[in-house]
């Protein structure tokens, strides 16, 4: 059984950091591309964050560049996504993604249950 775990989440002020982590079971994560997304209340799930299945190659929303930090640990099955100088607008529920394409027309694909992150003064 695939799971996808997030962690982290909460209520910080603006300016504030946070540090979100998803732990993953029951795939060979050193397999998977991982990605974080988010979702504001009313809007649509964007794409935060990506890293390749080495770790090798990440890549982030305009908006989060220079303030958000992607990073994983294959031995320890676990995404992380160290966010910095939080805005009112970086509040939704984070999730986190895996993904892995074997071949053309094969891709394995999870989702986390999400973690909240509200920030507010």
């Known amino acids: 059984q695939v799971q996808l775990v997030e962690s982290g989440g909460g209520l910080v002020q603006p300016g504030g950091s946070l540090r979100l982590s998803c732990a993953a079971s029951?795939?060979?994560?050193?397999?998977?591309?991982m990605r974080w997304y988010r979702q504001a209340l009313g809007k649509e799930r964007e794409r935060v964050a990506y890293?390749?299945?080495?770790?090798?190659?990440?890549n982030y929303e305009d908006s989060v560049k220079g303030r958000f930090t992607i990073s994983r640990d294959n031995a320890k099955n676990t995404v992380y996504l160290e966010m910095n100088s939080l805005k009112p607008e970086d509040s939704a529920v984070y999730y986190c993604n895996a993904k892995s394409q074997r071949g053309p027309f094969t891709t394995f694909e999870y989702w986390g249950q999400g973690t909240q992150v509200t920030v507010s003064s």
């Open positions: 029951g795939v060979t994560f050193s397999l998977y591309d």
């Open positions: 890293i390749s299945a080495t770790g090798g190659s990440t």
